[in-house]
């Protein structure tokens, strides 16, 4: 099944796809074959191989503490896939010592600087101009982690995974009427309150745009993040695993191994469950040479930068490390 401009927070299949290969080789020992085929189907190393230039050794997640890039990207037949941009980031790091997450939602709008361009534009183009590459490059930049990991999905299996789980129960923050992927106005109507989801209901509340600010919408969107996640390794959903595999087995790419996935189970495994604390970059839009941008905060950034070093358990940076995103705009270009 094919899916018009499902315009949505993609990192979330990834998340449940990473978590769920620790969760099904944990729990369900009959299922790693079949895990692990779709890992290797999956694989695609980067340009740069294993380490990051901002690492001095290579890491491993079982040990060491790390950061992925969840990637959304969307593939549909409007675009060719020499231009696709990415529709939806976000960055986590994992701390091995409390077995603790943050993740960072960036706005495919926010203006920053590309190496693989040489100046500023939305951080969005970065896919479009060089791949996942260019994209993983452009996020060390802006917050200067190394990114050890990478998941990148398209949009096309949102929809089968949460029905597949036999979708999601949410407390609706408000009544809305939204289009479905198939882009018919108003075939989708939900009343505020706490009800079960499924997919196109789950798809609808997290592109609508219409209800909230920019910010109160990523914050919705990393809460039906957390709740697709717990809600997908429960007792009954694992039952469905293979299925969700299939979902979206065709349209994953990550760094990670086999073994590296697995080694991310002991995060699901605390008694507390899978939780993680949830940021957001303050700004606001501005206009450049008639093109709409993200302004993304200095102050809310550099705390961003400093809070996910510090969770990486990295040396404070020297302060002319942490000029490069504000550099000057007499070499921007701007495209839509």
Do not use: C
């Not at 099904?24 to 695609?44: E, F, M, N, P």
């Not at 190393?45 to 959304?72: A, I, M």
């Amino acid at each position: 099944m094919k899916h018009k401009k499902l315009k949505i927070f993609l990192w979330s299949l990834a998340f449940v796809f990473l978590m769920g290969i620790g969760a099904a080789a944990g729990y369900a020992a009959y299922l790693t074959d079949q895990v692990k085929q779709t890992a290797v189907d999956s694989h695609q190393e980067l340009d740069r191989g294993e380490k990051s230039e901002k690492r001095r050794e290579v890491v491993n997640p079982e040990y060491d503490h790390t950061s992925v890039l969840f990637v959304g990207i969307d593939d549909s037949e409007k675009r060719s896939s020499n231009s696709t941009r990415s529709d939806a980031l976000v960055l986590a790091t994992f701390n091995d010592d409390d077995k603790s997450i943050k993740m960072v939602s960036i706005p495919r709008d926010s203006y920053t600087y590309i190496p693989e361009v040489g100046y500023k534009d939305k951080i969005t183009h970065a896919h479009a101009f060089g791949g996942i590459d260019a994209t993983v490059t452009t996020v060390e930049e802006m917050f200067n982690v190394p990114v050890d990991y990478y998941v990148r999905l398209n949009f096309n299996s949102f929809i089968e995974v949460v029905n597949s789980i036999g979708g999601i129960t949410y407390n609706v923050p408000f009544d809305i009427t939204e289009q479905n992927s198939a882009d018919q106005a108003g075939a989708i109507e939900l009343e505020k309150g706490y009800q079960r989801l499924n997919g196109e209901e789950a798809l609808a509340l997290a592109r609508t745009r219409k209800y909230d600010s920019d910010l109160a919408r990523g914050q919705r969107q990393m809460d039906l993040i957390q709740e697709i996640v717990r809600q997908s390794m429960t007792t009954s959903s694992m039952s469905n695993f293979s299925e969700i595999l299939d979902s979206i087995s065709n349209n994953l790419k990550t760094n990670l191994t086999f073994d590296e996935m697995i080694s991310f189970k002991d995060y699901f495994l605390e008694k507390q469950g899978l939780s993680f604390e949830k940021m957001q970059l303050q700004g606001e839009g501005m206009r450049k040479n008639g093109v709409w941008y993200y302004d993304v905060y200095e102050d809310s950034l550099l705390s961003t930068k400093s809070e996910l070093r510090t969770h990486l358990n990295l040396e404070k940076p020297d302060e002319d490390q942490e000029v490069n995103t504000f550099a000057d705009d007499a070499d921007d270009e701007s495209e839509t």
